[in-house]
């Protein structure tokens, strides 16, 4: 059985270790190798992704993270043969509660913190992002038109190519069956046909990462979870690159795509739970989708897909070494926010895979500030 070795070895090829690897590729002196188990890069959660970003988050982190990253997918849409879809479509939040108001609020100032206005609206204004947007019973919304949409799979191509062209290595229909552990460091993982050997593990296998990293002694506090989303057209059906508009009462997103809306009831269902409850879930979403704007009453709906994220303890994603295991740096638990906030995570984790001395945001990711307690609690929940 042949034995690979290699410096860095990123197990997942999503966006999350597409990106790592991006920022990595031309730094990792004695060579990059970028493990993904399906035949084709991007088919897990990023190929399930909206591929929405947006400024506004309530938590400074997050919202921090959004303004590293967001520039950088911007960036990627200027340069040739990279279109990966950046949109600046805008998001529209709304809310009907007191409760929503102070939430949609918390988010305004955390885009502020980073510099982006985000346009507090009341009454009928409320529906100038999307006319036909139902009013009456909103408190407020906040309008972010600098937020927007890219392409999922557009941007795990031009990933690929940037680490293809750095001399790295990608490899697919490569499974990763375990890490490999020696005297407390991950040495290597192995796969179905061999091992192969590695100075550093970089783990991004999404839904999959809470499982090989248990296997090899470190618990996660993640939980899988599964969203339904929803298709509706038809000719009262407004279409095309419009914003997405997100209820946090009654709980409901929907956008605008070029045949009709795609929408979603935001209900997370535990990846342990059944599957088998879409439609009670599109009735729901329908209803919902409906009350807010009514020109969807006589559309046509249908199940489009399910996506699974993977949701840590705190909110804020896992990025950086493994507590009690050297040699293994985590990119996990980002929450369906892969996508938007790849580019920062990879360029973070992959500062940690050359030794750099990490900032204030790489401090408040680093998946040591895990208390003890959260990580037993990982099991449980």
Known sequence: MAVDKTRVLVVGGGVAGLGTAAALAGEARGGLVLLEAETMLGTGSTARS?????????DPVLAELSARAIPKLERLQAEPEADIGFARSGYLFVGTT???????????????????????????EIA????????????????????????????????????RAAGAQIRTRAEVLALDVQDGRVTGVQTAEGRIDADVVVLAAGPRSAALAKDAGVELP??????????????DVPRGNGPLVMSLTPQVYFRLEATGIVASARELIPERASMDNWPELMERCMERSVARLPQLEHAGWRKAWSGVQTIPEDGRPIVGPAPGLDGLVLVAGLSGHGVMHSPALGRIAA????????????RALDPRRLTASSLARATST
Do not use: M
């Not at 007191?98 to 009928?124: F, H, M, N, Y």
């Not at 500062?351 to 790489?362: I, S």
């Open 50 to 58: 909206l591929g929405g970003f947006r400024y506004q988050f309530a």
């Open 98 to 124: 007191e409760e929503d108001e102070r939430t949609l609020l918390a988010q305004v100032e955390g885009a502020a913190s980073v510099g982006v206005q985000v346009e507090i609206l009341r009454g009928a």
């Open 128 to 163: 100038r992002p999307l006319p036909g947007l139902r009013t009456d019973d909103l408190r407020l919304g906040a309008w972010g038109p600098l937020d927007g949409q890219v392409d999922p799979h557009q941007l795990t191509q031009t990933w690929a190519r940037k680490v």
């Open 222 to 235: 993640l939980v899988n979870a599964h969203r339904h989303l929803f298709f509706a057209e038809g000719p």
């Open 351 to 362: 500062d940690w895979v050359l030794g750099r001395a990490p900032d204030d945001l790489a």
